[in-house]
């Protein structure tokens, strides 16, 4: 963030949960962006707050941009699914089928995925996401697929209104 300071000091950078953005009043920006990155590694639990917070700074009329990690739009998730529900079963954990270890760390094959205690993402279907922003409080104005696109694997895009 430091560098970021340093590159554009006219910018107010900060740092936070996106499940409590307590910091910020009720309706202040007209735009926000939200990346998988931002979603994809909030704990399932934690993921309709970090919505609501999302929906509660976004002003009236705002525009709210998402990526999502699309669960159908990559082959080998379904692949790997019957195998890690298996394990999981055997070791009591009580994670989603939607909750998948890193297949690859440092751009290297992680040979690790099938621990115990592997980081995860989370996959989202479109219907999920459609739920969860509608509920939210979000209008869907335009939600798009990239499954077909080689370097995308399958991400959803969607764009809302705050009415």
């Given at each position: 963030?430091?560098?970021?300071?340093?590159?554009?000091?006219?910018?107010?950078?900060?740092?936070?949960?996106?499940?409590?953005?307590?910091?910020?009043?009720?309706?202040?920006?007209?735009?926000?962006?939200?990346?998988?990155?931002?979603?994809?590694?909030?704990?399932?639990?934690?993921?309709?707050?970090?919505?609501?917070?999302?929906?509660?700074?976004?002003?009236?009329?705002?525009?709210?941009?998402?990526?999502?990690?699309?669960?159908?739009g990559?082959?080998?998730?379904?692949?790997?699914?019957?195998?890690?529900?298996?394990?999981?079963?055997?070791?009591?954990?009580?994670?989603?089928?939607?909750?998948?270890?890193?297949?690859?760390?440092?751009?290297?094959?992680?040979?690790?995925?099938?621990?115990?205690?592997?980081?995860?993402?989370?996959?989202?279907?479109?219907?999920?996401?459609?739920?969860?922003?509608?509920?939210?409080?979000?209008?869907?104005?335009?939600?798009?697929?990239?499954?077909?696109?080689?370097?995308?694997e399958?991400?959803?895009?969607?764009?809302?209104?705050k009415?």
């Open positions: 963030m430091q560098s970021a300071k340093v590159a554009n000091p006219s910018i107010n950078f900060f740092c936070a949960d996106a499940r409590d953005l307590s910091i910020l009043p009720d309706n202040c920006y007209d735009y926000v962006i939200y990346l998988q990155q931002c979603l994809c590694f909030i704990p399932v639990d934690g993921f309709e707050k970090a919505l609501k917070e999302n929906y509660r700074v976004c002003g009236k009329g705002g525009i709210a941009i998402f990526s999502f990690l699309n669960y159908d990559r082959s080998v998730n379904k692949m790997i699914r019957p195998f890690l529900s298996t394990l999981r079963y055997l070791r009591k954990e009580n994670l989603s089928p939607q909750q998948l270890p890193w297949l690859r760390l440092k751009g290297k094959p992680n040979y690790n995925f099938w621990k115990k205690g592997q980081a995860t993402n989370y996959w989202f279907t479109k219907s999920e996401i459609t739920y969860h922003l509608q509920s939210a409080g979000y209008k869907i104005i335009e939600m798009f697929t990239t499954s077909n696109q080689p370097n995308d399958g991400m959803i895009y969607v764009v809302c209104e009415p």
